[in-house]
Nanobody, 114 residues
Framework: QVHLEESGGGLVQAGGSLRLSCAAS????????MGWYRQAPGKQRELVAG???????NYADSVKGRFTISRDNAKNTVYLQMNSLKPEDTAVYYC????????WGQGTKVTVSS
């Protein structure tokens, strides 16, 4: 069973920055893709950014140029640097990692005030 420990959420003013971290432990298999999703109140969960084991990244159009995803394979950790935050970025952010199946973190709340 893979355990995901997320951290870094909080309250920030518009224009500010936050850095989310997600450390995976307990996996018997190599972790392939890692990513961040978010779910705002009343909306469906959506992909924010993903990164493959080799370092290829993809982003939602709404965060391109503002967010940067990275990972440390030695630490089985994925990061999301969020800059120029907007009120519409307010959501619960979930870490997702994939070995042969996908695993979800508990979520960390990000609130951006205007």
């Amino acid at each position: 069973q893979v355990h995901l420990e997320e951290s870094g959420g909080g309250l920030v003013q518009a224009g500010g920055s936050l850095r989310l971290s997600c450390a995976a432990s307990g996996s018997k298999f190599r972790i392939n893709s890692m990513g961040w999703y978010r779910q705002a109140p009343g909306k469906q969960r959506e992909l924010v950014a993903g990164v493959t084991r080799g370092g290829s990244t993809n982003y939602a159009d709404s965060v391109k140029g503002r967010f940067t995803i990275s990972r440390d394979n030695a630490k089985n950790t994925v990061y999301l640097q969020m800059n120029s935050l907007k009120p519409e970025d307010t959501a619960v952010y979930y870490c997702n990692v994939v070995t042969f199946i996908g695993y979800w973190g508990q979520g960390t709340k990000v609130t951006v005030s205007s």
